[in-house]
């Protein structure tokens, strides 16, 4: 019997290195906020969520060689590698990111993850004879992603590694992008 894998779906692999049911390494990575600082705070909320979008992109940079692509199912993104992705330095990158995150807002952050292997599937298109049995549940509908979550930690230390815009680097361009909107407006 073969291995059965959960499905990751799109509507085209043009464009990409992935080719249609190829079997990857996939991560998922999404930072928790702190809902008390959010409620006293809504420059912090706004940062979070900017930050959240930011953390994939840096995933993606860092891990170039290994050819990383940011795949979005049932609205919930996922990055899949497709050769030399080491899940240990992956797991190490995002705590490192959580350490940043903590040494720029002072709020030990906390994020959901998760790490598995995945069957990449182009839509409307027949599964290939090696690979047809191999095609398990959506990831997002899996129970192995619904139930294997898990909550990662930085190291607790303050560290500024430069991986993500710092909460004081966003404030400054988030003024000057008002300043900017504000210069704009012509009236006649």
């Known amino acids: 019997m073969s291995k059965k894998y959960p499905a990751l779906y799109t509507t085209s692999t043009k464009g990409t290195f992935f080719k249609h049911c190829s079997i990857n390494k996939t991560i998922y990575f999404e930072l928790l906020m702190n809902e008390e600082q959010a409620l006293k705070n809504s420059e912090y909320k706004e940062y979070m969520n900017y930050i959240q979008q930011e953390c994939y992109d840096a995933l993606v940079h860092k891990f170039i060689t290994s050819q990383p692509l940011k795949v979005t199912n049932d609205r919930i993104p996922f990055v899949i590698f ?59 509908q899996s129970p192995g992603f619904k139930n294997n979550i ?39």
């Open 82 to 140: 497709k050769s030399n992705a080491d899940f240990s330095t992956i797991r190490l990158f995002c705590k490192a990111i959580l350490d940043e995150l903590y040494a720029s807002t002072g709020i030990d952050p906390k994020a959901k993850y998760y790490e598995t292997e995945t069957i990449f599937v182009e839509i409307n298109k027949t599964p290939t004879m090696l690979r047809k049995n191999n095609i398990g549940e959506k990831l997002t």
């Open 150 to 188: 898990e909550i990662l930690e930085g190291s607790h230390e303050k560290i500024d590694s430069g991986i993500v815009t710092s909460f004081k680097e966003y404030e400054i361009l988030k003024a000057e992008k008002e300043k900017v909107d504000d210069d704009e407006i012509v009236e006649w």
